[in-house]
């Protein structure tokens, strides 16, 4: 099995912490973490695209330390996307490069394949449909009540309440299924990228751009109207069917996929993983690696 190493890189302004496994001129899988999450989320998928010939490489998102704070506070899903698409250039990534995101990072990666659809080939998504699917479902009933969290980071209660008992309540609501022990393993890499105050503020603050389009940097208007956009480049869309976030119950009712596959491009796919929560591709990476990889080598 490859190592994964670390290493910095400079790009869209910013230095980027990584992880990354593979050869260095294989075609590159940039990964992309959400939230509460670390670039060590990958842990399991890094090997196995480093085997299929990937130069695979996870960032710590901006603002999740090691990487660095941004100047002017931007932290916009169009901040994200102009991330993907530097990081792309950064570490020399060709048309054949694939992009995979979680969460937040599956925002930013819906952003990058449809405003540079040229730099990638494959794109993958994890727990959060595109943005017109999302929001179709946000405001049913039982998904405001999972959503609280959102409404309190609007709060200036939102730094005081975020602690580690917080982060892992959140797991356990989001991932019912996932162990304890392991849990506890990914809990503690969050923490250790958000120990710092500022750090901890640039995460809530990703969900106060969210909200808030006064905290938008209009120098990445044009990748903010990316992210809702249908894109080109093929979806895989994978979703767990225990997911504590955002209910497979209002994504996926019924196990019907229409509303999600129409929001994605031609040759896209949707798919429920059982057994598995919001952080899929850490309770279940045999089978979330193995969709995925399947999903590459088409």
Not at 73 to 98: K, M, N, R, S
Not at 121 to 146: C, D, G, H, I, W
Request: hydrophobic share 45%; proline share 7%; net charge negative.
């Amino acid at each position: 099995m490859a190592d994964v190493v670390r290493g910095t890189v400079e790009a869209n302004g910013l230095e980027f912490g990584y992880l990354a496994a593979g050869p260095e001129d294989g075609p590159l899988a940039l990964c992309l973490h959400g939230f509460p999450d670390s670039a060590h989320t990958w842990r399991h998928l890094l090997p196995e695209l480093a085997g299929a010939g990937y130069r695979a490489v996870a960032p710590f998102m901006r603002g999740y330390a090691p990487t660095a704070l941004p100047e002017d506070g931007a932290y916009q899903t169009g901040a994200l996307t102009a991330d993907a698409i530097a990081l792309h250039e950064a570490f020399g990534g060709g048309p054949d490069a694939v992009v995979i995101g979680h969460d937040w990072g599956a925002f930013a990666t819906y952003g990058a394949a449809a405003h540079a659809p040229g730099r990638w080939r494959k794109v993958v998504t994890l727990a959060v449909p595109p943005m017109n699917a999302l929001m179709s479902s946000f405001f049913a009933y039982e998904q405001l009540k999972r959503s609280f969290y959102m409404f309190l980071f609007q709060t200036p209660m939102a730094e005081a309440a975020f602690n580690r008992d917080f982060v892992e309540g959140l797991w356990r609501d989001w991932s019912p299924g996932y162990e304890a022990q392991a849990r506890a393993v990914d809990v503690g890499h969050v923490m250790d990228c958000l120990a710092a105050p500022e750090n901890v503020g640039a995460a809530i603050g990703y969900y106060r751009a969210m909200f808030d389009p006064s905290r938008h940097v209009e120098r990445f208007a044009a990748e903010q109207d990316a992210v809702g956009a249908k894109g080109e480049r093929p979806v895989l869309y994978l979703h767990g069917a225990d997911d504590g976030c955002l209910g497979a119950d209002v994504v996926l009712p019924g196990g019907d996929v229409s509303a999600v596959l129409g929001q994605l491009p031609d040759g896209s796919r949707v798919e429920s993983v059982p057994g598995a929560g919001h952080f899929l591709h850490v309770e279940r990476p045999g089978d979330v690696n193995a969709r995925i990889l399947d999903w590459l080598a088409r």
